[in-house]
């Protein structure tokens, strides 16, 4: 079983800040995906990180990918009300079945 | 933007029942998969189907589970003699090879 971590579980900042959020694990990855799930609807694809020590923009948020491609960062700079949401990563190890973490909540306060 | 579209959005059945959840993924895609999601928990794969099989498939999806690619569109999912632990977001995914797209989901209720 791929356990993937993620932490801080919760997060609740003001609009305007920056914030970082983490998704661990002891196993290796081909690849990882970070995705953005809203209540009641499905998964939405953010960005797919593969080499190790990647990084990824899209827009205000900066993804990367860990050296030894076990662990991913999410970092939000100038927080918005919008970027409220559940962020998911999930990894792959060379097929395309995915392992899920449970997620980071982020409430940004207006 | 290309979508996966599933049907029904929600579904409530009897314990032993059989349901069978439907997807169209998306049509120059090559993978396809179903994942669950029970309320509060993680999304957990169930299968995955290429090539006109299944490809890889969990400790969950068991003998009440079977998937199919009746007509070269549409790719269902069939669950016979429902349990109350099967409730439980349903979603349908697809692929070129990594990044998926997921539907909406299909929410089932056993009661």
């Known amino acids: 079983t791929q356990l993937l971590e993620q932490s801080p579980q919760f997060l609740s900042i003001q609009e305007g800040e920056n914030l970082t959020v983490y998704c661990n694990s002891s196993?290796?990855?081909?690849?990882l995906q970070w995705y953005r799930q809203e209540p009641g609807e499905g998964p939405v694809l953010l960005v797919t990180?593969?080499?190790?020590?990647e990084v990824k923009k899209l827009k205000r948020l900066t993804f990367q990918f860990g050296d030894a491609r076990k662990d991913s960062s999410l970092h939000i700079t100038a927080a918005q009300p919008g970027d409220t949401g559940l962020y998911l990563c999930?990894?792959?190890?060379?097929?395309?079945?995915?392992?899920f973490g449970k997620g980071n909540q982020v409430v940004v306060i207006p | 933007e290309p979508e996966v579209t599933q049907t029904p959005s929600h579904q409530v059945t009897q314990m032993g029942q059989e349901v069978i959840l439907r997807c169209v993924p998306i049509s120059n895609h090559l993978y396809f998969y179903w994942y669950r999601q029970i309320l509060g928990q993680k999304v957990e794969f169930l299968v995955s189907f290429y090539n006109n099989e299944i490809s890889e498939k969990s400790e969950i999806f068991d003998d009440q589970f079977s998937v199919e690619r009746p007509d070269g569109s549409n790719f269902t999912l069939k669950i016979r003699s429902t349990k109350l632990e099967d409730s439980a977001m349903y979603f349908c995914?697809?692929?070129?090879?990594?990044?998926?797209?997921f539907g909406s989901g299909t929410r089932l209720t056993v009661v």
């Open positions: 995914a697809s692929s070129v090879k990594i990044g998926y797209t």
């Open positions: 999930a990894g792959a190890k060379g097929n395309n079945r995915l392992a």
């Open positions: 196993s290796v990855f081909s690849s």
């Open positions: 990180v593969v080499t190790g020590g």
